[in-house]
T-cell receptor, first 113, second 113 residues
Framework: AQSVTQPDIHITVSEGASLELRCNYS??????LFWYVQSPGQGLQLLLK??????LVQGIKGFEAEFKRSQSSFNLRKPSVHWSDAAEYFC???????????FGAGTTVTVRA | DAGVTQSPTHLIKTRGQQVTLRCSPK?????VSWYQQALGQGPQFIFQ???????QRGNFPDRFSGHQFPNYSSELNVNALLLGDSALYLC????????????FGPGTRLTVL
């Protein structure tokens, strides 16, 4: 069964600085990988996804993520953070032979002025 | 284009009671999944419905049951509520042909007293 680890529980970043959130997955083959964002009291919004092909994927709100098979990682990046990026971020993994998504525990991002 | 909608937004119940949560999928979607998100954790898969049948279930007791209607909407029922059932319940919809690309609703916040 697939699983996800998000090593950072909480990250604080200054507005305008770059952001990188780490995600490591466990799955025997090439997984389907996702990043979702959740604002307080809200549902999950899909930022980007990777199924196959180009390992650098672009998403909404200026986010990108890179799939690295050798490191079993799918880290999320943003070059310049805005105050509105303060939220909780979840990495998730799916598989061709499975219907569910398995989520990490999330990383809370705080943006300071 | 309406996204995934859920009702009610909030719900307060007491231990031992039963609750029904409702979900309408994104227009054109035929598959509905339910997730439980406890405070400070990532969503956990409860089950998925397709063609009015439960086709995959996560590690949840039989107290959790569901239903999918011919119009693809879905209900989640929880019997004999426990304090530990307090959580945000998220509904996600997808297309059978893109089953892993799931779109989430805003959730129902259930509090069990």
């Amino acid at each position: 069964a697939q699983s996800v680890t998000q090593p950072d529980i909480h990250i604080t970043v200054s507005e305008g600085a770059s952001l990188e959130l780490r995600c490591n997955y466990s799955y025997g083959a090439t997984p389907y990988l996702f990043w979702y964002v959740q604002s307080p009291g809200q549902g999950l919004q899909l930022l980007l996804k990777y199924f196959s092909g180009d390992t650098l994927v672009q998403g909404i709100k200026g986010f990108e993520a890179e799939f690295k098979r050798s490191q079993s990682s799918f880290n999320l990046r943003k070059p310049s953070v805005h105050w509105s990026d303060a939220a909780e971020y979840f990495c998730a993994v799916g598989a061709p032979d499975d219907y569910k998504l398995s989520f990490g525990a999330g990383t809370t991002v705080t943006v300071r002025a | 284009d309406a996204g995934v909608t859920q009702s009610p937004t909030h719900l307060i119940k007491t231990r031992g009671q039963q609750v029904t949560l409702r979900c309408s999928p994104k227009s054109g979607h035929d598959t509905v999944s339910w997730y439980q998100q406890a405070l400070g954790q990532g969503p956990q898969f409860i089950f998925q419905y397709y063609e009015e049948e439960e086709r995959q279930r996560g590690n949840f007791p039989d107290r959790f049951s569901g239903h999918q209607f011919p119009n693809y909407s879905s209900e989640l029922n929880v019997n004999a509520l426990l304090l530990g059932d307090s959580a945000l319940y998220l509904c996600a919809s997808s297309l059978e042909i893109a089953i892993n690309e799931q779109f989430f609703g805003p959730g129902t916040r259930l509090t069990v007293l």
